[in-house]
């Protein structure tokens, strides 16, 4: 009770303080508030929308007790959530696995229950053929309620109606009026409903047989009757039956009552992901207290009086240190109280605008009170911290220079900028051994990225005094700024580091963001030239005069071109080719290597056609010399093969083999021949080919060339592609493709605006916070200057001149210090994952544009608002130093 009583006199007059000072407390208030606010909305909307296992059962077992999975395993091992779970395949299964009467035998016999079932259907739009999801499930019946919403019209009572969601609606059919079916068949369209679980993509609902979806072999059901309990989930279980029970999701079993093979699969916390949380959660609190420490250290100058009269009067050092501190617990209370309460409103406000981003629908409003506890702590001990630093100055100063009327600045101690370039050369020397490192390296990296920040804090003092000395050749007002920064260092130092702390973040994710989609740019591997596109079919089953039509008709001005090849499948058989070494086996040059480690079949096939040229879909060739395109050119026409290889091979004679199977699988016949070859090297990503194969080596084979493709170009819009892709899926079997390059997600665009908006919105707030503080802090020295006289502009130019000092010193500390976790963090990132051809070792991006509005268009930026903002005439004062 001593030590809480201890308490009460510097609670009381922080508080007095704060009611004051209201201008430095709502600064202080914002600070901590804004943080806390907008982790408060994240939290609760994180809530809202994650739906755990009880709250989201009925979208996935309606208002049935369980939805039971019926299959042909002999036994079933899983967790509360049958989404994880393991099968075992036995002898003594049937043919169709267990039955809805194995089910009513181990729960129930009079149990209800209605088979449910998932797929997916064609159907045709206003201009081609569209993907639907389709649910299938007799949607009057009780068990069946919450699966989906209906919003017009009625559930379907046969076979021949379903209903249709908004997004099915909107690309043609309308209620009351026919779906038609990809294989011309119709429904009738008696209602619109959306699932209760998605609502982006078209969904369908029918009853059962209503449209042809296949249960491969599985069934499902949705039972009523009493809850089912864990033991009989694991009865289920051994009859090879997967159960989502309403009642086990409630109240899950622990992982000793799983079987041992479910609890292999129960997934613990992962190391690495609170790893991450706890460095985020470390780099946000230091930016926070950075920001909101000078607001601190401007309120313990102002109240040197009061605490050299608290000492005078016989008090400790530590009654100084408490109403600093007491300054930090009541505005650290009150920003958090503030920040959750409009968090709270926030969140309910911005609620509707966070469901348009998501296909899944939200729960109920939901706050977890334990979460914003621990988010109303953060805010604690940020105000804290922020407070810490000032308090244990105010407690050392000189109290007969402070009722003197003199400032009481205690020297700065020399062992803090040691420790500082100890903690720079930790995390440098970290950053370079994650960068070098296999495991876990980005981890490595960030958490030397914060020894490196905390060391740049500390060095702050030594930059801000160096920056000072060499001002004294610049004008009036960046020598004034420079020098007061460096003479009241406890305001100054968490301004600039609190800038340096932003520039450091915004450069290393920058860097890191630009390296991964310089990675992606390189090694994306496009089809055809820019611009260009392509329909592939299965051979002769495509109609390519049709398509030709098609594509003449929706682009207009297409050059259409066909592409040959050898057909994989057709006239009721499927051929299998392949090429080996002249002497039978499938390496080259005896290398025990194969001659192509990976490829992607292009529009031409894994064999495309010629007896000329090579194809111009062929990739991996980017470097290829005219000399070995005369050589390929040679060998086509002289009746052999172009091999392409990533393995270092070189075959100048190949044997291929075609093998026939007919519609059974049975090997009805099998062809060989030998011809000359010529080996290319990939050069760069893979190759969509295994080799371009002349007409003669075909027919050697007995295999006549046949179109594979067709090959487009021109220029059209963007609806204009859509609407020929829609039209040739319509035709059944081609694929619609046309090339746009690398396209950067939007999410990274995104990701790369809020990045640097926050970075802005961070650096002006520090610089301006720091700057109309110390302004605040140095009337008497401008009021002296106005009176030996300076002109009113002067003042303009001084706060310009500091926030300019603030946030260039600051802007250039950061820059150098996110340099090293940015670079860093390029070598794991961007490290191949396989062996694709002239695949760089990784990738190096710096974002120069970005680093040069964040270092010196954001600190020239800030210095023009102050200055313009600025008050140009201050009342006279007095200085009694």
Same mark, same amino acid.
């Given at each position: 009770?001593?030590?809480?009583?201890?308490?009460?006199?510097?609670?009381?007059?922080?508080?007095?303080?704060a009611?004051?000072?209201?201008?430095?407390?709502?600064?202080?208030?914002?600070?901590?508030?804004?943080?806390?606010?907008?982790?408060?909305?994240?939290?609760?909307?994180?809530?809202?929308?994650?739906?755990?296992?009880?709250?989201?059962?009925?979208?996935?077992?309606?208002?049935?007790?369980?939805?039971?999975?019926?299959?042909t395993?002999?036994?079933?091992?899983?967790?509360?959530?049958?989404?994880?779970?393991?099968f075992?395949?036995?002898?003594?299964?049937?043919?169709?696995?267990?039955?809805?009467?194995?089910?009513?035998?181990a729960?129930a016999?009079?149990?209800?229950?209605?088979?449910?079932?998932?797929?997916?259907?064609?159907?045709?739009?206003?201009?081609?053929?569209?993907?639907?999801?389709?649910?299938?499930?007799?949607?009057?019946?009780?068990?069946?309620?919450?699966l989906?919403?209906?919003?017009?019209?009625?559930?379907?009572?046969?076979?021949?109606?379903?209903?249709?969601?908004?997004?099915?609606?909107?690309?043609?059919?309308?209620?009351?009026?026919?779906?038609?079916?990809?294989?011309g068949s119709?429904?009738?369209?008696?209602?619109?409903?959306?699932?209760?679980?998605?609502?982006?993509?078209?969904?369908?609902?029918?009853e059962?047989?209503?449209?042809?979806?296949?249960?491969?072999?599985?069934?499902?059901?949705?039972?009523?009757?009493?809850?089912?309990?864990?033991?009989?989930?694991?009865?289920?279980?051994?009859?090879?039956?997967?159960?989502?029970?309403?009642?086990?999701?409630?109240?899950?079993?622990?992982?000793?009552?799983?079987?041992?093979?479910?609890?292999?699969?129960?997934?613990?916390?992962?190391?690495a992901?609170?790893?991450?949380?706890?460095?985020?959660?470390?780099?946000v609190?230091?930016?926070?207290?950075?920001?909101?420490?000078?607001?601190?250290?401007?309120?313990?100058?102002?109240?040197?009086?009061?605490?050299?009269?608290?000492?005078?009067?016989?008090?400790?050092?530590?009654?100084?240190?408490?109403?600093?501190?007491?300054?930090?617990?009541?505005?650290?209370?009150?920003?958090?109280?503030?920040?959750?309460?409009?968090?709270?409103?926030?969140?309910?406000l911005?609620?509707?605008?966070f469901?348009?981003?998501?296909?899944?629908?939200?729960?109920?409003?939901?706050?977890?009170?334990?979460?914003?506890?621990?988010?109303?702590?953060?805010?604690?001990?940020?105000?804290?911290?922020?407070?810490?630093?000032?308090?244990?100055?105010?407690?050392?100063?000189?109290?007969?220079?402070?009722?003197?009327?003199?400032?009481?600045?205690?020297?700065?101690?020399?062992?803090?900028?040691?420790?500082?370039?100890?903690?720079?050369a930790?995390?440098?020397?970290?950053?370079?051994?994650?960068?070098?490192?296999?495991?876990?390296?980005?981890?490595?990296?960030?958490?030397s990225?914060?020894?490196?920040?905390?060391?740049?804090?500390?060095?702050?003092?030594?930059?801000?005094?160096?920056?000072?000395?060499?001002?004294?050749?610049?004008? =009036? !007002?960046?020598?004034?700024?420079?020098? +007061? #920064?460096? %003479?009241? @260092?406890? /305001?100054? $130092?968490? &301004?600039?580091?609190? *800038?340096?702390?932003?520039?450091?973040?915004?450069?290393?994710?920058?860097?890191?963001?630009?390296?991964?989609?310089?990675q992606n740019?390189?090694?994306?591997?496009?089809?055809?030239?820019?611009?260009?596109?392509f329909?592939?079919?299965?051979?002769?089953?495509?109609?390519?005069?049709?398509?030709?039509?098609?594509?003449?008709?929706?682009?207009?001005?297409?050059?259409?071109?066909?592409?040959?090849?050898?057909?994989?499948d057709?006239?009721?058989?499927?051929?299998?080719?392949?090429?080996?070494?002249?002497?039978?086996?499938?390496?080259?040059?005896?290398?025990?290597?194969?001659?192509?480690?990976?490829?992607?079949?292009?529009?031409?096939?894994?064999?495309?056609?010629?007896?000329?040229?090579l194809?111009?879909? =062929? !990739?991996?060739?980017?470097?290829?010399? +005219? #000399?070995? %395109?005369? @050589?390929? /050119?040679? $060998?086509? &026409?002289?009746?052999? *093969?172009?091999?392409?290889?990533?393995?270092?091979?070189?075959?100048?004679?190949?044997?291929?083999?075609?093998?026939?199977?007919?519609?059974?699988?049975?090997?009805?016949d099998?062809?060989?021949?030998?011809?000359?070859?010529?080996?290319?090297?990939?050069?760069?990503?893979?190759?969509n080919?295994?080799?371009?194969?002349s007409?003669?080596?075909?027919?050697?084979?007995?295999?006549?060339?046949?179109?594979?493709?067709?090959?487009?170009?021109?220029?059209?819009?963007?609806?204009?592609?859509?609407?020929?892709?829609e039209?040739?899926?319509?035709?059944?079997?081609?694929?619609?493709?046309?090339?746009?390059?690398?396209?950067?997600?939007?999410?990274?665009?995104?990701?790369?605006?809020?990045?640097?908006?926050?970075?802005?919105?961070?650096?002006?707030?520090?610089?301006?916070?720091?700057?109309?503080?110390?302004?605040?802090?140095?009337?008497?020295?401008?009021?002296?200057?106005?009176?030996?006289?300076?002109?009113?502009?002067?003042?303009?130019?001084?706060?310009?001149?500091?926030?300019?000092?603030?946030?260039?010193?600051?802007?250039?500390?950061?820059?150098?210090v996110?340099?090293?976790?940015?670079?860093?963090?390029?070598?794991?990132?961007?490290a191949?994952?396989?062996?694709?051809?002239?695949?760089?070792?990784?990738y190096?991006?710096?974002?120069?544009?970005?680093?040069?509005?964040?270092?010196?268009?954001l600190?020239?930026?800030?210095?023009?608002?102050?200055?313009?903002?600025?008050?140009?005439?201050?009342?006279?004062?007095?200085?009694?130093?």
């Amino acid at each position: 009770m001593s030590r809480l009583r201890g308490w009460r006199l510097p609670l009381r007059i922080a508080w007095r303080d704060a009611r004051r000072a209201r201008g430095r407390s709502l600064l202080v208030l914002v600070m901590i508030a804004l943080p806390v606010l907008a982790v408060s909305i994240a939290a609760t909307v994180y809530s809202t929308a994650s739906l755990d296992g009880a709250e989201g059962i009925e979208r996935r077992v309606g208002a049935a007790q369980a939805r039971v999975q019926l299959g042909t395993a002999a036994e079933v091992a899983q967790v509360a959530d049958p989404d994880v779970a393991s099968f075992q395949q036995g002898d003594d299964v049937g043919p169709d696995g267990a039955t809805l009467d194995d089910v009513r035998a181990a729960l129930a016999e009079d149990l209800p229950a209605i088979e449910l079932r998932y797929g997916a259907t064609a159907f045709v739009t206003d201009v081609g053929v569209a993907d639907a999801q389709v649910v299938q499930v007799d949607l009057d019946d009780p068990l069946a309620q919450g699966l989906a919403e209906l919003s017009a019209g009625r559930w379907p009572r046969g076979s021949d109606e379903v209903v249709a969601n908004a997004a099915l609606l909107e690309r043609g059919p309308e209620v009351g009026g026919v779906l038609e079916l990809a294989d011309g068949s119709t429904r009738a369209i008696v209602g619109s409903a959306e699932s209760t679980s998605s609502r982006s993509q078209p969904w369908v609902f029918g009853e059962i047989g209503s449209l042809d979806v296949p249960h491969y072999g599985q069934r499902t059901y949705l039972v009523g009757g009493d809850p089912v309990t864990w033991s009989q989930v694991r009865e289920l279980n051994g009859l090879g039956v997967t159960v989502l029970s309403r009642a086990v999701l409630a109240d899950p079993p622990s992982a000793d009552e799983l079987a041992p093979e479910a609890q292999m699969m129960v997934g613990g916390i992962d190391d690495a992901a609170l790893t991450v949380l706890a460095l985020v959660v470390v780099m946000v609190l230091i930016e926070v207290v950075l920001l909101a420490g000078p607001a601190f250290a401007v309120g313990a100058r102002r109240q040197t009086r009061t605490l050299a009269l608290i000492a005078a009067a016989g008090g400790s050092p530590r009654d100084a240190r408490r109403v600093v501190l007491g300054a930090g617990v009541v505005l650290g209370l009150l920003g958090a109280l503030v920040g959750i309460g409009l968090g709270l409103v926030g969140a309910r406000l911005l609620m509707p605008l966070f469901q348009s981003f998501s296909d899944s629908p939200f729960g109920p409003f939901d706050v977890t009170w334990l979460h914003l506890l621990g988010v109303g702590v953060f805010g604690l001990v940020s105000a804290l911290l922020a407070a810490a630093v000032p308090a244990f100055t105010a407690a050392r100063q000189d109290v007969v220079a402070v009722l003197g009327g003199r400032r009481g600045d205690t020297r700065a101690s020399r062992r803090s900028p040691l420790l500082g370039l100890v903690l720079l050369a930790a995390g440098v020397a970290g950053s370079a051994y994650g960068a070098l490192g296999r495991s876990s390296g980005e981890i490595f990296i960030a958490g030397s990225a914060i020894l490196a920040v905390l060391g740049m804090v500390l060095v702050v003092p030594v930059v801000v005094v160096g920056v000072a000395r060499l001002a004294r050749r610049l004008p =009036l !007002t960046l020598r004034f700024a420079a020098r +007061d #920064a460096a %003479r009241h @260092r406890t /305001r100054t $130092v968490p &301004a600039v580091a609190a *800038v340096a702390a932003t520039v450091a973040g915004v450069v290393a994710l920058g860097i890191a963001i630009t390296s991964d989609e310089a990675q992606n740019a390189a090694t994306y591997q496009a089809q055809l030239s820019e611009g260009d596109g392509f329909v592939t079919g299965y051979g002769r089953r495509v109609d390519w005069a049709s398509v030709e039509q098609v594509l003449a008709r929706e682009l207009p001005g297409a050059d259409v071109r066909r592409v040959q090849g050898i057909a994989g499948d057709g006239d009721g058989v499927d051929r299998y080719v392949e090429l080996r070494g002249a002497r039978g086996e499938r390496q080259g040059e005896g290398q025990g290597e194969p001659v192509l480690w990976s490829w992607a079949e292009g529009p031409g096939g894994s064999f495309p056609v010629s007896d000329g040229d090579l194809p111009a879909t =062929l !990739t991996g060739l980017d470097e290829l010399s +005219d #000399a070995d %395109r005369g @050589r390929a /050119r040679e $060998v086509l &026409a002289a009746g052999g *093969v172009v091999v392409l290889s990533d393995s270092g091979a070189n075959l100048t004679e190949v044997r291929m083999l075609a093998t026939v199977y007919d519609q059974r699988g049975r090997r009805v016949d099998r062809v060989r021949t030998t011809v000359p070859a010529l080996t290319l090297p990939v050069t760069r990503g893979a190759a969509n080919a295994q080799a371009v194969v002349s007409t003669p080596a075909a027919a050697a084979l007995g295999i006549e060339p046949a179109t594979t493709a067709l090959v487009f170009d021109g220029t059209w819009s963007a609806a204009q592609e859509q609407d020929a892709e829609e039209v040739v899926n319509a035709l059944g079997g081609p694929s619609f493709y046309v090339e746009h390059g690398y396209e950067t997600p939007d999410e990274i665009a995104v990701v790369q605006l809020i990045l640097g908006a926050l970075g802005a919105v961070l650096m002006l707030g520090g610089t301006l916070t720091a700057t109309f503080l110390a302004l605040s802090d140095a009337r008497p020295d401008l009021a002296t200057l106005s009176a030996v006289g300076a002109s009113p502009r002067t003042r303009r130019g001084v706060a310009a001149a500091y926030a300019l000092v603030v946030g260039l010193v600051g802007a250039v500390l950061g820059a150098l210090v996110g340099l090293v976790p940015g670079i860093a963090i390029s070598y794991p990132l961007t490290a191949p994952y396989g062996s694709q051809a002239g695949e760089a070792s990784h990738y190096l991006e710096v974002p120069w544009l970005l680093l040069g509005v964040v270092v010196l268009g954001l600190p020239l930026l800030t210095a023009a608002v102050v200055g313009l903002a600025a008050r140009s005439r201050l009342p006279l004062v007095a200085r009694l130093e």
